[in-house]
């Protein structure tokens, strides 16, 4: 067993909305400029802020989850990050302390320090006490503060004077040009004019205090020799891919998909093969199963409506019976009909019998659990559609909470001839047998 370690901090804040991702982004990004090698993690289920995280970083951006990755893999791959990073930056998610599992226990758990993000545009002394407060009831190992959206020097020299014992570790300007945001939150990195500029111009105007920063200690992990990866421990149990080729949906319109679910279908044995129905690309013809990830089908209904080679080569794999996985946006994409934020109505590929009509309202937040046949499957929900369908599902997730005593239901899952399709986003790697399933004939 060897122990590498690193640099890590898991950065959080008192809620959202404090500007924990750009303050992440801009920290990766200016210590790449100073010469270190980064890895950036990102707490709970989410999609858009790792796109943006890695843009800044250079490098992969996974989810870490005590429930739904698991406390094992979680670690797992923080100690493979610490073998070749200087420096780990693990962005927490909503609050320190909420939910369940929070922010706060995944950093209890690894021995990680906490530093916080706090938006001072509204306060100056008060930041120390709010700083205090989120040490001290946990308590957790609170390493510093980086005080957001500072006006002046003379703010910043307000706000370090009232930290009392606990480091102002940086403090960033107010910025001009920002993140932009829609319903779901960021902006695609890929669709931002000039983002590694912004991205540059937010990593210069962090004053970082490098003294306080090169003080803080170096967090070792465990890490296993003889340990094999999480899918490779299952493979006994796993019907194999060995052989197959899957083609993923992967553009603006089918973007939401987890590193780890790649990994996990080719640990299983697939090939991967992409392409772009927002291009007009048909289904590549080598393929044995067809996984349409979520994103933003809402936003291009147009585009997808007139993508004549997508429609025909998945109303040709359909009619030959190839397993198709459609999650969230995957699933709404293949419905009769869309209806979006301006009320405007778009014919969809007409897969599946209904329409998805989009609303203000969040509809669905939160982990979630698919009871399979073999075994469970992890993962969460995020829309803001419903589906009036006539289909009747053929099973419903459970939502993960320790605070009911009885389990409550969570989304539907709809079977269709040889198409399974809802709004769960399924986490492959929590379990690889019931993955290899949804891609295979026949399985049961």
């Known amino acids: 067993m060897v122990r590498p370690s690193a640099k890590v901090v898991l950065i959080s804040a008192i809620g959202s909305g404090q500007g924990k991702t750009t303050t992440t982004a801009a920290l990766a990004r200016k210590l790449v400029k100073l010469g270190k090698t980064v890895r950036v993690f990102k707490t709970g289920p989410d999609f858009i802020d790792p796109m943006m995280l890695e843009r800044a970083c250079g490098s992969v951006v996974h989810s870490l989850d005590l429930w739904m990755v698991g406390q094992v893999d979680s670690e797992r791959m923080l100690a493979r990050a610490a073998l070749d990073a200087d420096v780990i930056l693990i962005e927490g998610v909503m609050g320190l302390y909420d939910g369940n599992?929070?922010?706060?226990?995944?950093?209890?758990?690894?021995?990680?320090?906490?530093?916080?993000?706090?938006?001072?545009?509204?306060?100056?002394?008060?930041?120390?006490?709010?700083?205090?407060?989120?040490?001290?009831?946990?308590?957790?190992?609170?390493?510093g503060v980086i005080a957001n959206r500072?006006?002046?020097?003379?703010?910043?020299?307000?706000?370090?004077?009232?930290?009392?014992?606990?480091?102002?570790?940086?403090?960033?300007?107010?910025?001009?040009?920002?993140?932009?945001?829609?319903?779901?939150?960021?902006?695609?990195?890929?669709?931002?004019?000039?983002?590694?500029?912004?991205?540059?111009?937010?990593?210069?105007?962090?004053?970082?205090?490098?003294?306080?920063?090169d003080a803080l200690p170096d967090t070792s992990f465990e890490l296993h020799e003889h340990a094999s990866h999480h899918i490779l421990q299952h493979a006994s149990q796993a019907a194999s891919l060995t052989g197959k080729t899957i083609a993923i949906a992967r553009d603006a319109a089918f973007a939401f998909i987890y590193p780890a679910n790649l990994e996990c279908l080719r640990g299983l044995g697939a090939e991967l093969v992409f392409f772009?129905?927002?291009?007009?690309?048909?289904?590549?013809?080598?393929?044995?199963?067809?996984?349409?990830?979520?994103?933003?089908?809402?936003?291009?209904?147009?585009?997808?409506?007139?993508?004549?080679?997508w429609l025909t080569s998945l109303h040709a794999a359909h009619?030959?019976?190839?397993?198709?996985?459609?999650?969230?946006?995957?699933?709404?994409?293949?419905?009769?009909?869309?209806?979006?934020?301006?009320?405007q109505s778009w014919p969809m590929a007409g897969i599946l019998p209904g329409k998805v009509i989009m609303q203000k309202r969040l509809a669905a937040l939160g982990p979630q659990a698919w009871a399979t046949s073999q075994g469970e499957l992890r993962g969460h929900t995020f829309h803001y559609s419903r589906f009036e369908t006539t289909l009747t599902a053929s099973s419903h997730t459970t939502k993960h909470s320790t605070q009911h005593s009885t389990q409550q239901q969570g989304e539907a899952i709809y079977r269709n001839a040889n198409v399974c399709a809802s709004y769960f986003h399924a986490y492959f790697a929590s379990n690889p047998a019931a993955t290899a399933a949804l891609f295979l004939r026949d399985a049961t």
């Open 319 to 343: 009619v030959q019976g190839m397993p198709i996985l459609a999650e969230c946006g995957g699933m709404m994409a293949i419905t009769e009909g869309l209806v979006d934020q301006q009320e």
């Open 276 to 309: 772009s129905p927002l291009a007009d690309e048909a289904i590549p013809t080598q393929a044995d199963a067809l996984y349409l990830p979520g994103g933003y089908p809402e936003l291009h209904a147009r585009t997808l409506t007139q993508a004549s080679n």
């Open 150 to 213: 500072i006006a002046s020097e003379g703010h910043a020299k307000m706000v370090a004077a009232a930290m009392r014992d606990i480091p102002l570790l940086g403090s960033l300007r107010r910025q001009e040009e920002t993140l932009p945001e829609r319903h779901l939150g960021l902006v695609l990195p890929q669709e931002v004019d000039r983002i590694d500029a912004i991205l540059d111009t937010m990593a210069s105007s962090l004053e970082l205090d490098m003294q306080a920063w």
């Open 101 to 143: 599992p929070s922010s706060a226990d995944l950093a209890r758990a690894f021995g990680v320090p906490v530093m916080a993000v706090l938006d001072a545009s509204a306060m100056a002394q008060t930041v120390g006490a709010l700083a205090m407060g989120l040490r001290d009831f946990g308590p957790v190992h609170l390493a």
